[in-house]
C-alpha cells in the first residue's frame, strides 16, 4: 500500500479517485503541529533551536494517529502538498513526526502538481523528488521571526502599554500603513473651487462641454476659487455664443491585463463582489481542491503553453476569428518580490464557463473571464475631443466623448479600479468645425478638494504589495488579526483606525522605528526569498535580525511606564492636544478653568484599561476623557457644564466628559446619579438627559403575573426585564417608546429559557460543514453572534454583521476555533477538607471474629399528614 498525504480531505477525496486501488490518501487538515504559544519555543542561545507542539485538538490528534497508524502498514509514503513554502513545510513536519514516532515507510518521495487533474497528478507520481531543503528553511526562518518578534514584544506591550494586545512583524506595518493614512486625512485642509459647465444640444443629442478657458486663461482645477468669480464666469457663458473651432478624433488602445496573481485575484474579488480577502481565499481553495482552477497562492502571470493554446481554441470557439490575436500574448510581473514559481491562477479547462454556485461559481466566473480576456484582441476606442470658442476668442468650452470601436477582451472583461475619477466621456453628436450648438442651460458648481481615501481590502492589499510587505497568501490572516484586536474596523468597506490601534503604533513608531519602517520589512522578505534559494542561512538571518532586536526590546522594558507615557504624551501632542480656536493652551485643563483652579494642565496617562487624558491636578481636579481627539465621539469638554434642572426634583444636571466617554450626572438628597450618554443619540439635550436618569422606566404590569416590566440600559446595550427574565432591545429609542404589548411580546420570545437563558433561534443556516458534517449555523450569543457547526462555536468578529456573514467566512472561523483545541475551563479551588475531630480514646480490644455489622440510625418519625 502506498500512502499519500495532502492538506484537506476535499483535496483528497478528488486525488483518490485519480489514483489506484493500491493507494491510500489522508489529509493532514492543515499543518499538524506549531511552536508552543509560550516563551522558549525559539531558543536563540542554542542555535535558534526550535520546539515543536502537535496540535492539541481532537481531531489533529485522531488524523495523527490515523496518518502514523497507515505509515507503518504503507511501502511508500508520498508527501503530496501545496507547492509552495507552506505546502514544504507540512511534508517537513508530517515526515519529522512518523520518523520521531518509528512510522516512516522505507520509501519517501515529494510530488507537486499546478493543479488537481487526472493528467497533472498521474504526471506529478511519476516525476517524484525529494524535499526541497531551502524552501523549508525559508519556512523556518519566517516563523522563527515571527515568533521572535511577537514573543519579545508583546510582553513589553503589555507591561509599558495598557490596553495593547499584541504585535506581529508584518501585522503592524500593515496597521502602520492604516493609521498614516488617517493621519492625512486628518491633517488634509480641503480648498473650495468651482466648474462651470455648459448644458449643449446638437441635431437632438444633448452633451456637456466645460469652461477650460476664462479671460483668456487657461482653467486649472483651483483657478476658480470663489463663488463671486465662479458666477462672473457662468455670466460669460451664458452671454456667449459658441462656436465649434476644433474636432479632434484619436484612436485608443486598450491591451488585457494578465491571469490573476493572488494578490489581483483578491483585489478583484473585493471590488466586483464585495468580497474579504479571507472570503476570497476560502472560495479559491475549494475551487482548487474540486480540480477547477490551478493553485490560488502564486505571484506568478504567465500561463503554460497547453493552458494558452486551450485558451486561444476556446475564444475562436465563441467568437470570430477577430477576437483571438494572431499571436499569444506573454506576461512578466511588475510585483516587487515576485517569485513566479508557479503559474497564474486560471480554470483547468477553459470550456467550463461556470461552475459550482455561491462564492464559488462567483469566483470561479471572474477567474474564468480574466484568462480568456488575457489571451483576447486589444481593444480598439476612438476619443473625441471638441472645442468651442466665443465669439471674443476669451472663453473657451471644452467637450470630450469615448466610444468603443472593436471591443476585443471587453466582450469579456474589464478591471476594475478602486478610486475613479470623474467620468465625463459620454457619448457626442457627430459636429463638424463651425456649428452652433443650442445652449440649454448653464451650471455653476461648488466643490472642495477631498482628502485621500481610506484604504480598503482590495487597496490595502495592492500597497502592500507594492512595498514588497509580507505574502499575497499572508494578506487575508494578516487583515483578520487587525480586526479581531479591535485595531481597526471596517465601515463602508473601508478601514478606521481605532484609537487603540493609533496609540500602538505611536508606541512603535516612538521606541522601535526600525521594525515598523517599511523598507526594513520589504528587506526581511528579500532575505527570506535568498534563503528559499539556497543562498543564505536562515540562522544567520535571525542571528543578525536578534542581535539587534533583544538589546532594543530590553532598553525599553527596563524604563518605567511613567517614562513611556510621558514621551509618548509629547510624540502625541499635535493629535491629542490640537490648537484651541480660542488660542488658549490646548493643554490647558477645561474643568480647572470652570472652578477657577491654576495651572491645570492635561496629559496622558496609563492605566489598568488603557491610556486616557487626565489633569495634573489630580486628586483634586477629576477631569478625564479617552484616548482620543478632543470631540471625538461626542466626548466635547467645550459641551460639559450645566444643562439645567430636573422638571421635578429641580437638582442640578451636568453633562462631563469621562474616560469612557461622555455621561450626565445629577446629584439629590446627597445621592449621585450618573447615566453614560448612548452613541445612537444624534441630538442631546435636557430631555433626553432627564429621561437617561430616571431610568429604569416602568411599563406597567405584566398581563399574566402582575409584575412589572421595566425598560432600561445596561452594560450590553437596552433591555426589559420581568420577573427575573429578560429580553434585548434593538436601541435607545426603544426604551422609551416599547409599550405594553410589544413588551410581552418580546419577553414570550424569550420565554423558553434554560437558566435564564432564550433557546435561539439561528439568525441564519449555511449548509453542512465540508469536514465535520454539522450544519453551520449562525447564532445569537450571550456574549455576542457566533457561528457553530454543532461540536465548536466560533465567535463572529464585531466588524462583521451576523446577517451578512457567507459559508466561507463561517467555515474558516470554525476551523480556526477548532485548531485551537477546547476552551480551558477555569476551576474553582477547593476549600479544604474540615479536619476531623479526634476520636475519644477506649480501650483497644482485639478481637479474632468478624465485625460486628453497624447499628442502623433509627429512622425518622415521618411527619403527619396534613388533613
Known sequence: ???????????????????????????????????????????????????????????????????????????????????????????????????????????????????????????????????????????????????????????????????????GRVQSVALRLIVEREREIEAFKPDEYWSVLAKLEHTGTEFDARLVRFKGEKLEKLSLGKEGIAMEAKAAVQAGRFTVEDVEKKPLKRNPAPPFTTSTMQQEAARKLGFSASQTMSAAQRLYEAGAITYMRTDGVQMDGSAIAACRHEIGDRYDAAYCPEKPRFYATKAKNAQEAHEAIRPTNFAKDRIGSGDEGKLYSLIWKRAMASQMSTAQLERTTVTLRDATGQHELRATGQVVVFPGFFAVYQEGFDDKEEDEDGLLPALKAGDVPAKKDVEATQHFTQPPPRFSEASLVKRLEELGIGRPSTYASTIQTLRDRAYVRVESKRF???????????????????????????????????????????????????????????????????????????????????????????????????????????????????????????????????????????????????????????????????????????????????????????????????????????????????????????????????????????????????????????????????????????????????????????????YGPYVTDGTTNATIPKDIKPEDIEAAKAIELIDARAAKGPAKKKTRKKAPAKKKAPAKKTAAKKTTAKKAPAKKAPAKKKAPAKE
Not at 38 to 54: L, N, Q
Not at 148 to 161: I, Y
Not at 583 to 605: A, F, I, T, V, Y
Not at 626 to 632: H, S
Open 1 to 167: 500500500m502506498q500512502l499519500v498525504i495532502v492538506e484537506s480531505p476535499a483535496k483528497a477525496k478528488t486525488i483518490e479517485k485519480y489514483l489506484g486501488g493500491d493507494f491510500k490518501v489522508l489529509a493532514s487538515y492543515g499543518h499538524i503541529r506549531d511552536l508552543p504559544p509560550k516563551d522558549g519555543s525559539v531558543r536563540p542561545d542554542d542555535e535558534f533551536a526550535m520546539d515543536w507542539e502537535v496540535y492539541s485538538d481532537k481531531r489533529n490528534r485522531e488524523q495523527v494517529k490515523a496518518i502514523s497508524d497507515a505509515a507503518k502498514d504503507a511501502s511508500r509514503l508520498v508527501l503530496a502538498t501545496d507547492p509552495d513554502r507552506e505546502g514544504e513545510a507540512i511534508s517537513w513536519h508530517v515526515l519529522d513526526v512518523l520518523k520521531k514516532r518509528k512510522a516512516l515507510p522505507t520509501k519517501v518521495d515529494r510530488v507537486t502538481f499546478n493543479s488537481i487533474t487526472k493528467k497533472a497528478v498521474t504526471e506529478a507520481m511519476q516525476k517524484p523528488r525529494e524535499l526541497d531543503q531551502p524552501l523549508i528553511d525559508a519556512y523556518l526562518g519566517r516563523r522563527a521571526l515571527d515568533y521572535l518578534f511577537g514573543f519579545t514584544l508583546s510582553p513589553v506591550l503589555w507591561r509599558k502599554l495598557p490596553g495593547a494586545k499584541s504585535a
Open 496 to 782: 478606521f483606525a481605532e484609537e487603540s490601534g493609533r496609540l500602538l503604533t505611536s508606541f512603535l513608531e516612538r521606541f522601535f522605528p526600525t521594525y515598523v519602517a517599511y523598507d526594513f520589512t520589504a528587506g526581511l522578505e528579500d532575505e527570506l526569498d535568498v534563503v528559499s534559494d539556497g543562498r543564505e542561512d536562515y540562522k544567520a538571518l535571525l542571528a543578525k535580525f536578534w542581535q539587534d532586536f533583544k538589546p532594543k526590546a530590553d532598553e525599553v522594558m527596563e524604563k518605567l511606564p511613567s517614562e513611556v507615557t510621558e514621551a509618548l504624551d509629547e510624540y502625541l501632542s499635535d493629535y491629542l492636544f490640537p490648537p484651541r480656536e480660542d488660542g488658549k493652551d490646548p493643554r490647558h485643563c477645561p474643568l480647572c478653568e470652570q472652578e477657577g483652579r491654576e495651572n491645570g494642565r492635561l496629559s496622558l496617562r496609563g492605566g489598568k484599561f488603557g491610556a486616557f487624558i487626565a489633569c495634573q491636578n489630580y486628586p483634586e481636579c477629576k477631569y478625564t476623557r479617552r484616548f482620543a481627539q478632543p470631540g471625538a465621539d461626542g466626548a466635547d469638554p467645550a459641551e460639559d457644564g450645566l444643562m439645567g434642572t430636573h422638571p421635578e426634583t429641580g437638582a442640578e444636571i451636568h453633562r462631563k466628559s469621562g474616560r469612557f466617554g461622555p455621561y450626565v450626572e445629577m446629584e439629590h438628597e446627597e445621592k449621585k446619579t450618573r447615566a453614560s450618554i448612548p452613541k445612537d443619540l444624534d441630538d442631546f439635550n435636557l430631555e433626553w438627559a432627564v429621561k437617561l436618569l430616571d431610568l429604569p422606566r416602568i411599563i406597567g404590569p405584566h398581563p399574566e403575573t402582575g409584575k412589572d416590566i421595566e425598560a432600561a440600559i445596561g452594560r450590553y446595550g437596552p433591555y426589559l426585564r420581568h420577573d427575573g427574565k429578560y429580553a434585548n432591545m434593538k436601541n435607545t429609542n426603544d426604551v422609551f417608546e416599547t409599550g405594553m404589548n410589544q413588551a410581552v411580546v418580546l419577553l414570550a420570545e424569550a420565554a423558553n429559557r434554560k437558566g435564564g437563558r432564550a433557546k435561539a433561534e439561528p439568525i441564519k443556516t449555511l449548509g453542512e460543514h465540508p469536514t465535520s458534517g454539522g450544519e453551520i449555523k449562525v447564532m445569537p450569543g450571550r
